[in-house]
């Protein structure tokens, strides 16, 4: 798969030569922040539909705004992940961890992804919950492939044929 290609060359950014409580530091304040910025998409999503209710609400309600915020979070680990691997390769040390593992690691939510299943499952919403589950496992890896392609595309300059016998230089 080329889509992948040459990340797995560059050294991992969150190998940092910070004292570990910098790290811890950053990530707990990056974590609060995605956090907030998750509860904050769930308080507009449940205010955009009350008035207007399509789907369900309530305990029979199917969780859009996980799936989502879930969605966006691999989308933007994937544009992470190259712009730091690739593009940017001399980013402060502290900045993956605070992006990657504090701010989309609070704004995801696996937790909440497998609480809903359980709870749509409780309601005797089987295929609801199946349909769930393997959206969001589908839709997460489509999400880092399209941001990892994105990235590239956008952030990575364009290569050039190698020069040899009867090739122009």
Same mark, same amino acid.
Request: hydrophobic share 45%.
């Given at each position: ?14 190998? /940092? /030569? ?60 994937? !544009?992470?992940? !190259? ?27 696996? /937790? ?35 941001? !990892? ?21």
């Amino acid at each position: 798969m080329h889509l992948l290609r040459g990340l797995h060359t560059h050294s991992h950014p969150d190998r /940092s /030569s910070a004292p570990r409580w910098r790290v811890v530091a950053v990530v707990a304040v990056g974590g609060a922040v995605g956090a907030a910025l998750r509860y904050g998409a769930s308080r507009l999503w449940r205010n955009g539909t009350d008035a207007h209710a399509v789907w369900r609400t309530g305990e029979a309600a199917f969780p859009w705004t996980t799936l989502v915020v879930n969605v966006v979070g691999c989308f933007l680990m994937g !544009v992470l992940t !190259v712009a730091l691997k690739e593009r940017f390769t001399r980013a402060p040390e502290l900045l993956n961890p605070m992006l990657g593992t504090g701010v989309l690691g609070g704004f995801t939510t696996f /937790s909440s992804y497998t609480d809903d299943t359980r709870r749509l499952l409780e309601n005797d919403q089987t295929a609801d919950a199946l349909g769930y589950l393997v959206l969001t496992v589908a839709a997460a890896l489509a999400g880092v492939a399209l941001g !990892v392609a994105l990235a590239r595309a956008v952030l990575t300059p364009p290569r050039h044929p190698r020069t040899g016998p009867g090739r122009a230089a």
